[in-house]
Every structure is written in C-alpha cells, then in structure tokens.
C-alpha cells in the first residue's frame, strides 16, 4: 500500500531564516505531487504541484520554492521566512491529476 | 465567483440527527468530485468521491447535481466522531493540465 511521510511534525522558525520540509511517498510510481499551505482557520492553498521529477509548477508568487529531486521526493524550501509564512504546511500525492489526492499528516511551521 | 464554495457553519446538530452540507462549484466541464473529512490539527482525510449517480458509504450519501453545479454530503443519525471540518473537492482544467481545488470547509460540530 502507498504511505506518504513528512517531516518535520511542528516547526518553530525566526523571521529570515531558511525553511526546508520534506515529502516522500512509499508504494507508487510516478506519483503527482503537490504542496498545500492551510493557515489557520483557512482553507487549502495549493503552492506547487509537480507531474514529474524536475518538474514543477508554482500556483502563488511568494517567496517559497518547490523541488522534486527523486520520483517520490518533493521538498518545499525557502531562503528567508517571513512571519506569513506561518501554517499548516500539507504534502499530497495523487496517481494522476484527476484522482483522489491523498494527504500526508503536515508540517505545523511557526515564524516568530 | 469563488471556483468553489462551502457554507463555514459551523453546523451544530445533535446526536442522531441527519445533517447536510452542499458545496457549489463554478466550472461546469468538471468531472472529478470528493468530499474530505478534516479533524482539528490534522491533515484531510478522503471521505467519499461523489459519482454522477450519487453514492452511499454507511451512514454518508453523496450527490452531484450537474445542472446546477453543486454537491451534497448527506450524514444520517450523526455521531459525536463526526464532528469534524468537511471539505469539498473539485477538478478544474487549468492551463491544459487538471487540479483540484478546494473549498474551506464546513464545520460540523455534534452535541450530545
């Protein structure tokens, strides 16, 4: 069966300091990925989603970047945070762009 | 016109009541419709996909209506577990590529 890790749980990070959240999926090929930002008492907002490795699409100009190293690797990076920032950082995976996405169980990032 | 639209609530019923959530949505070519379930501090979880003749799971029926571009989320004889963030979700053909796109949610809270 197909899992999907992220780490880490809960992040607690200073204004200007880089961010770097990992995704990966167990049990699937070829998987479509995407990274959410749900802020608090929000709903979910797509950043990236990628189709393939080194392919990525941004959704939201910000200061947040996406990279796909591996198949089944999605890291969600940025050079300097902002207080904004802050949320719930969510990474999916879905066997194509129509079907089911399914959730890993999130970063909580807070920018002080 | 938001691309896809939930009422907040939150809903409060009582145990063993029947509640039901609609989520409307603006693209009249999508084809792909789900409803998620959220709980506080967690990541969503799919709950059902919504077929075009509508679909039970249990105690959960769910309902597409194309012409007027909505979905339902019906829950019999509710429980205190039930309570929870339901999300809608919908796809939509963006840039030549397909995506799903979220509502925020509607809140149910069950009271015994």
């Known amino acids: 069966s197909q899992t999907i890790h992220q780490w880490p749980a809960t992040l607690v990070q200073p204004v200007g300091s880089p961010l770097s959240l990992e995704c990966t999926v167990e049990?699937?090929?070829?998987?479509?990925l995407y990274w959410y930002r749900q802020a608090a008492g929000r709903g979910l907002q797509l950043l990236f989603y990628?189709?393939?490795?080194?392919?990525i699409s941004s959704e939201v100009p910000q200061n947040l970047s996406a990279s796909r190293p591996q198949d089944r690797q999605f890291i969600l990076s940025s050079k300097k945070l902002l207080l904004s920032d802050s949320g719930f950082y969510l990474c999916?995976?879905?066997?194509?762009?129509?079907?089911?996405?399914?959730f890993g169980p999130g970063t909580r990032l807070t920018v002080l | 016109r938001k691309e896809v639209e939930q009422d907040p609530g939150p809903f409060n019923v009582p145990e063993g009541a029947t509640v039901a959530f609609n989520c409307t949505y603006s693209?009249?070519?999508?084809?792909?419709f789900f409803w998620y379930r959220q709980d506080c501090r967690k990541e969503p979880k799919l709950l059902m996909s919504?077929?075009?003749s509508g679909n039970e799971d249990g105690r959960f029926t769910a309902q597409l209506n194309r012409a007027s571009q909505y979905i339902s989320l019906l829950i019999r004889d509710s429980k205190l577990s039930d309570s929870a963030t339901y999300l809608c979700?919908?796809?939509?053909?963006?840039?030549?590529?397909?995506?799903?796109?979220f509502g925020t949610g509607t809140k149910l809270q069950v009271i015994p």
């Open positions: 999916a995976w879905s066997p194509g762009s129509t079907d089911t996405q399914y």
């Open positions: 049990g699937t090929s070829n998987p479509n």
């Open positions: 990628s189709v393939g490795i080194g392919q």
């Open positions: 693209n009249s070519a999508s084809q792909s």
């Open positions: 919504v077929y075009s």
């Open positions: 979700a919908v796809n939509f053909n963006s840039g030549g590529y397909q995506k799903v796109t």
